[in-house]
């Protein structure tokens, strides 16, 4: 089965709501990162973590520092350019160095 | 200016021929990732490198060589491409294993 399990695969919010999307890991991971691809097809870094939360303006990521087994987005206050599609990866770390991509959450903000 | 740059940014091939993707970073990163792309598989890895001269395996290797000539250039070569390797194709760069990756705009390539 997949290493790297995201959900919700798509949603659908209204502007000025907030919502949460999910990384689940089958083992423990090292670190995680969270992207956001835009209808261009562009990937862009949100968040790189080891451990604990990061946040910038309206986003925040948290990594379980205990288990090392899930990770999540928040996004407060949604607006339409937050649409497009959020990809979570992760490091299992060790003499694994590669990241494992989940398959992404599609969002659409709408007005 | 990009940082990380990839060329062609779309190519059409016959099944059989010889393609090849490039990718130039002006990051100063150690590694250098190939990626495809396909509709509800997410990012999957083909090949990596951590250092010029130095090719490792990905997840999905087969059918595909790749090249790291130096530390700024990295190469995707499909041999004999097929119609399984339509896809859109990302190269990105990190300054040491698994850090924040940094991609380029992505190339799609179309087998017929």
């Known amino acids: 089965g997949d290493q790297v399990e995201q959900s919700p695969s798509a949603l659908s919010l209204h502007e000025g709501t907030d919502s949460a999307l999910r990384c689940n890991f089958t083992t423990t991971m090292r670190s995680v990162q969270w992207f956001r691809q835009n209808s261009r097809g562009s990937l862009i870094s949100l968040f790189y973590?080891?451990?604990?939360t990061k946040e910038n303006g309206r986003l925040k990521s948290a990594f379980d520092s205990k288990e090392r087994r899930y990770s999540t987005l928040h996004i407060r206050d949604a607006q339409l350019e937050d649409s497009g599609t959020y990809f979570c990866?992760?490091?299992?770390?060790?003499?694994?160095?590669?990241?494992?991509f989940g398959k992404g959450t599609k969002l659409s903000v709408k007005s | 200016e990009a940082a990380v740059t990839q060329s062609p940014r779309s190519k059409v091939a016959v099944t059989g021929g010889k393609v090849t993707l490039s990718c130039h970073q002006t990051n100063n990163h150690d590694y250098m990732y190939w990626y495809r792309q396909d509709t509800g598989h997410g990012l999957r890895l083909i090949h990596y490198?951590?250092?010029?001269?130095?090719?490792e395996k990905g997840d999905i290797p087969d059918g595909y060589k790749a090249s790291r000539p130096s530390q700024e250039n990295f190469s995707l070569i499909l041999e004999l491409a097929s119609l399984s390797q339509t896809a859109v194709y990302f190269c990105?760069?990190?300054?040491?294993?698994?850090?924040?990756?940094?991609f380029g705009e992505g190339s799609r390539l179309i087998v017929v």
């Open positions: 490198s951590y250092v010029a001269d130095s090719t």
């Open positions: 990105a760069s990190s300054d040491a294993s698994g850090n924040t990756l940094y």
């Open positions: 973590l080891a451990s604990g």
């Open positions: 990866a992760a490091e299992a770390g060790g003499s694994n160095a590669k990241l494992t």
